[in-house]
């Protein structure tokens, strides 16, 4: 038998290489490990790392107690949690302008305590731009009052995406804020998500860009302040779970055209802002409501009323689009106080 010993070794040696290959892929993607701070520093220092590693896109990250880290540049990771315990030091995560923190999975900011100066022992700061890939959960001290901020976020201008739930554990004091006028929360993704307020959380700028039909939906009611920017509905559907809905003068609440913004409960439509109701854009009341006309000078494109619940026009209206009527649904034009709607698309 002749064998060409020249080709069995080029066949060989590539074997070797295509094997050795894989082998360093996998170990570098397959691979998932817990790291956890030793020190305080730069996210990019390998020594504050305990595997003496800069993490990857496959490790969950810890900040442990009295460690301040800093993102100075662009990462991917699983998961992030930041804990602070009883000693009154402070934990912080600080993402620099100009760089994104990518979380696949969740990021927790956990406190086991607050100190006697009503201080916050738990932080993270978000100059540039955190995109979580899951559930944002802030778990607050259980002993302490909510006037102590055991947690604290600061969007300090930055940009936070978020493609599922901000999820509140615990009644102690939680501080939530905005600090500059150029932050952006974002509510990203195709899964229905829930939008938390209160007292102590307020925002800036809130987009709403869900896609395959996800929904938004508020847990509380937005009041003035709360919220001090602009609110737009770019995609999917945004609801108000029976919650009213107050700005800033002077600044608009947008649905696009892709957006729905659905009023549940006996709400109306939102006060304080600028009605910026675009073409192709959808109103949906849903439940027992007294229905005024936009502001701002603005029409309805479409309108859509369902379920049951009377839903009584308190002046005329106009709806550029189509008007939407569910059968177990009442619409009453109020003709008796003169009231009349313009329809310039299709009665359905």
Same mark, same amino acid.
């Given at each position: 038998m002749f064998i060409n010993y020249s080709v069995f070794k080029k066949v060989s040696c590539f074997k070797l290489l295509t094997f050795t290959f894989f082998f360093l892929w996998y170990g570098q993607t397959a691979y998932s490990a817990t790291v956890t701070s030793l020190s305080a520093g730069n996210f990019s220092n390998p020594s504050i790392w305990n595997t003496g590693i800069v993490p990857g896109a496959s490790d969950s990250v810890v900040i442990t107690t009295g460690h301040q880290v800093t993102v100075d540049s662009s990462y991917t990771l699983k998961s992030v949690t930041i804990y602070c315990n009883v000693d009154l030091t402070v934990s912080r995560l600080h993402i620099n302008a100009g760089v994104t923190l990518t979380i696949t999975d969740y990021v927790r900011v956990e406190s086991d305590g607050a100190d006697e100066y009503e201080e916050p022992v738990c932080h993270l700061r978000i100059p540039g /731009?955190?995109? $979580? *890939?899951?559930?944002?959960?802030?778990k607050t001290y259980p002993g302490a009052s909510p006037s102590i901020a055991s947690v604290r976020m600061n969007y300090n201008g930055g940009l936070m995406i978020l493609n599922r739930n901000m999820i509140m554990i615990g009644e102690g004091g939680l501080l939530f804020s905005r600090d500059v006028n150029t932050s952006t929360v974002r509510f990203e993704g195709s899964v229905n998500a829930t939008m938390i307020v209160n007292h102590e959380i307020n925002y800036h #700028? %809130?987009?709403?860009?869900?896609?395959?039909?996800? =929904?938004?939906?508020?847990?509380?009611? %937005?009041? $003035?302040?709360?919220?001090?920017?602009d609110f737009t509905i770019e995609n999917g559907n945004f609801d108000n &779970?029976?919650? !009213?809905? !107050?700005?800033?003068? *002077?600044?608009?609440?947008t649905v696009k055209n892709n957006g729905t913004y659905t009023l549940s409960g006996t709400t109306s439509l939102p006060s304080g802002f600028? +009605?910026?109701?675009?073409?192709?854009? !959808?109103? +949906?009341?849903?439940? =027992? #409501?007294?229905?005024?006309?936009?502001?701002?000078?603005?029409?309805? #494109? #479409?309108?859509?009323?369902?379920? !049951? &619940?009377?839903?009584?026009?308190?002046?005329?209206? /106009?709806?550029? @689009?189509?008007? %939407? %009527?569910t059968s177990d649904a009442t619409l009453d034009v109020n003709a008796s106080n003169h009231y009349s709607?313009?329809? &310039? @698309?299709?009665?359905i």
């Open positions: /731009t955190l995109i $979580v *890939g899951k559930d944002l959960i802030l #700028h %809130i987009v709403i860009n869900k896609t395959g039909g996800a =929904t938004v939906t508020l847990d509380g009611d %937005i009041l $003035v302040g709360n919220t001090f920017g &779970g029976g919650h !009213t809905v !107050t700005g800033v003068a *002077g600044k608009n609440f600028n +009605h910026v109701f675009e073409s192709g854009s !959808t109103i +949906h009341y849903r439940g =027992t #409501h007294s229905i005024a006309a936009p502001n701002n000078s603005q029409v309805f #494109h #479409h309108l859509m009323v369902t379920e !049951t &619940g009377n839903k009584i026009f308190s002046a005329s209206a /106009t709806v550029n @689009g189509n008007l %939407i %009527i709607i313009s329809v &310039g @698309g299709n009665w």
